[in-house]
């Protein structure tokens, strides 16, 4: 089964995951989505695999979050989705995506249960 990790390779966390996987026997697909941004379905894909509080995809510490003078807590799911997909840096990284499962790389061995 393929594993995909969204990648920014300028990303200390996203390496780290990556160099984890690795070691663990797994050459993944490399998605650098800065370069390829997602679209609104793949952010709600990502969404849907990830689970649990959607806001936990969306890096409200970047400068462009706080120029859009958002508030995290008060954004819904399609608001969230419609935020990535607008501004692809504001996506959380690294996410591993194994088929139906996906998992945030903070920490990098919060995608082990994947390779399970």
């Keep these: 089964m393929t594993v ?5 390779p300028r990303c200390s966390k ?3 995951t990556l160099d984890l996987l690795r070691s663990k026997g797994v050459e993944p697909t490399i998605r650098e989505y800065l370069k390829e941004p997602p679209s609104k379905a793949e952010v709600e894909k990502l969404v849907t695999l990830v689970g ?7 890096r409200d510490g970047e400068a ?6 958002l508030r995290k807590a008060d954004l819904t799911k399609a608001g969230i989705v419609n935020v990535i997909a607008e501004h692809p840096v504001l996506l959380q990284r690294p996410i591993v995506v194994k088929g139906a499962h996906a998992a945030i790389g903070r920490p990098p061995e919060a995608v082990l249960p994947l390779l399970k």
């Design 64 to 69: 462009e979050f706080k120029a859009l003078k």
């Design 4 to 8: 995909t990790i969204w990648h920014n």
């Design 52 to 58: 649990g509080d959607p806001r936990e995809l969306i």
């Design 14 to 16: 996203s390496r780290q």
